[in-house]
């Protein structure tokens, strides 16, 4: 009868959370200009010399293709529409694998890994920083 989510019991707090927040965002169109990330008609995420189109599955720094896996690419795509704000892995577990996910944190530690080792063509442009104890965020250097 218009249900869009639910949760069984027992739930953690930070699993409503990120449900409440996914909902949100459906309902609001989840602007990304309201989150601080610049946004062109052609759906462009623009943070620095980072260019990502959601759409195509592609990233650039620096003018340059860098090649990502689907889940690399959903990892720095959630970084990217939140920048300067730390996730924690939880929160990134949820958003890009899903709540049902049974792997550990360390798959997202891993891919993060990966992103950094991707994004070191122009390090001093755009870098996933760690929060000790917390999680993640992507530091945007203007030039």
Same mark, same amino acid.
């Given at each position: 009868?218009?249900? #869009? #989510? +639910?949760?069984?019991?027992? &739930?953690?707090?930070?699993?409503?959370?990120? /449900?409440?927040?996914?909902?949100?965002? /459906?309902?609001?169109?989840?602007?990304?200009?309201?989150?601080?990330?610049? !946004? #062109?008609?052609?759906? !462009?995420? @623009?943070?620095?010399?980072?260019? @990502? +189109?959601?759409?195509?599955? %592609?990233?650039?720094?620096?003018?340059?293709?860098?090649?990502?896996?689907?889940? %690399? &690419?959903?990892?720095?795509? +959630?970084?990217?529409?939140?920048?300067?704000?730390?996730?924690? /892995?939880?929160?990134?577990?949820?958003?890009?694998?899903?709540?049902? +996910?049974?792997?550990?944190?360390?798959?997202?530690?891993?891919?993060?890994?990966?992103?950094?080792?991707?994004?070191?063509?122009?390090? #001093?442009?755009? &870098?996933?920083?760690? @929060?000790?104890?917390?999680?993640?965020?992507?530091?945007?250097?203007?030039?």
């Amino acid at each position: 009868m218009g249900a #869009d #989510d +639910y949760i069984t019991k027992p &739930f953690g707090v930070s699993e409503l959370l990120a /449900r409440v927040s996914a909902v949100m965002r /459906r309902v609001s169109g989840h602007s990304e200009e309201a989150a601080g990330v610049s !946004v #062109d008609k052609g759906n !462009v995420i @623009i943070l620095g010399q980072l260019e @990502i +189109y959601p759409d195509k599955y %592609e990233v650039k720094l620096g003018g340059q293709n860098i090649n990502l896996r689907p889940k %690399e &690419f959903e990892v720095l795509l +959630y970084l990217a529409r939140k920048p300067g704000v730390v996730l924690s /892995r939880d929160d990134l577990m949820n958003v890009v694998w899903g709540f049902d +996910y049974i792997g550990g944190q360390r798959t997202v530690d891993v891919h993060v890994s990966s992103l950094r080792k991707k994004l070191e063509l122009d390090p #001093d442009s755009v &870098f996933i920083d760690s @929060i000790r104890g917390v999680g993640y965020k992507l530091v945007v250097n203007p030039k």
